[in-house]
């Protein structure tokens, strides 16, 4: 089971706004990096966030990522049909000594 | 264009072992650490391990539900990252993804992506 916990669903009618919230310990995400990703259905991940709050290139600025603690969160604004995907978090845990994702949120639009 | 492709995937019996390759082309590959993740039909992201480059020693890491059966390795002159799967069990049935540690992060974050492998595991 994952040790990085998020809502199993969120949903909002496009033009709207999400947020996914991603909770962790002090092993992982309060002493480590989050990085956000987006899974369309079939396809493989996507890197979204990285570095709790930066956006790769290419990665509109409806997309941004927070960091309070040992919680993270991912916000998208002017929600889209193509925005419905699952979406996951990430960090290092330093417990494990492995990279662990959230248990992952699907997104859908309305 | 940066890419990576997997390939290697396939029905294998409980037991057998199976390598993955990941070809990579579009960017220095050495320069790089590359990850192996997996998805389970129908469940969460999972790592498997990375191998970091050989500028920090060419060295691999494993997850606890991996290590001693599976081995990560590369050949940069080839631009292939490999995944050795060993005593292969039904429950190591998934996507075989790899990845590129992104060069751009602090932290860890990977920001490209094969289209995936399917492993399946079965009698």
């Known amino acids: 089971q994952s040790v990085l916990t998020q809502p199993p669903s969120v949903s909002a009618a496009p033009g709207q706004k999400v947020t996914i919230s991603c909770s962790g310990s002090?092993?992982?995400?309060?002493?480590?990096?989050v990085s956000w990703y987006q899974q369309l259905p079939g396809t493989a991940p996507k890197l979204l966030i990285y570095?709790?709050?930066k956006r790769p290139s290419g990665i509109p600025d409806r997309f941004s990522g927070s960091k309070s603690g040992t919680s993270a969160t991912l916000g998208i604004t002017g929600l889209q049909t193509g925005d419905e995907a699952d979406y996951y978090c990430g960090t290092w845990d330093r417990s494990l000594s492995a990279y662990v994702f959230g248990t992952g949120t699907k997104v859908t639009v309305l | 264009e940066v890419q990576l492709v997997e390939s290697g995937g396939g029905l294998v019996e409980p037991g057998r072992s199976l390598r993955l390759s990941c070809t990579a082309s579009g960017f220095t590959f050495g320069d790089y650490a590359m990850s192996w993740f997996r998805q389970a039909p129908g469940k969460g992201l999972e790592w498997v391990g990375y191998?970091?480059?050989?500028?920090?020693?060419?060295?691999?890491e494993y997850a606890a539900s991996v290590v001693a059966r599976f081995t990560i390795s590369r050949d940069d002159s080839k631009t292939i990252a490999y995944l050795q799967l060993n005593s292969l069990k039904i429950e190591d049935t998934a996507v075989y993804y790899c990845?590129?540690?992104?060069?751009?992060?602090?932290?860890?974050?990977?920001?490209?992506w094969g289209q995936g492998t399917m492993v399946t595991v079965s009698s």
């Open positions: 002090s092993s992982n995400i309060g002493n480590n990096y």
């Open positions: 570095d709790n709050n």
């Open positions: 191998i970091r480059s050989k500028a920090y020693g060419g060295t691999p």
């Open positions: 990845s590129r540690r992104s060069g751009a992060s602090v932290g860890d974050s990977f920001d490209i």
